[in-house]
């Protein structure tokens, strides 16, 4: 049963940084949502991909796009532009990155539970 829940950006669940940028993470309900801040120069290829450990991020997004610019290119080639008032769907294996000198800030219904997070494998080895 859903009861009534009431967070915000202002105090997230957790707040993930890497080189450019960072994630806010609230946790409502059964779900996990992600505000992330993009700098300009962030892009996932050098940002994010060394703490994820792939060629590519494989997390599926669903986002709503609120501020600036951001490039995606699909692993398939397939490559656009989203600006404010976008929604995209994205499947697992793409990069991204700021277009333009302006931030970026998007909101991710799905697919922020381990963005910019270590595999559990590599938090095990470095424990």
Known sequence: ???TEHETFSSPSEVRTFPHGKAEILE????TIGRLILEPGWRW???VGPIAGTESCLAPHFQYHVQGRLGVRMDDGT???AGPGD?????QGHDA???GDEP???VDWYGSTNWA???AHAEAASA
Do not use: H, R, Y
């Open 97 to 99: 990155w700021v277009v």
């Open 28 to 31: 409502v309900g059964d779900s």
């Open 1 to 3: 049963m859903q009861t």
């Open 87 to 91: 929604v995209t769907s994205l499947p």
């Open 104 to 106: 970026v800030i998007v």
């Open 79 to 81: 490559e656009f532009v």
């Open 117 to 119: 997070k270590a595999p």
């Open 45 to 47: 290829s050098n940002d």
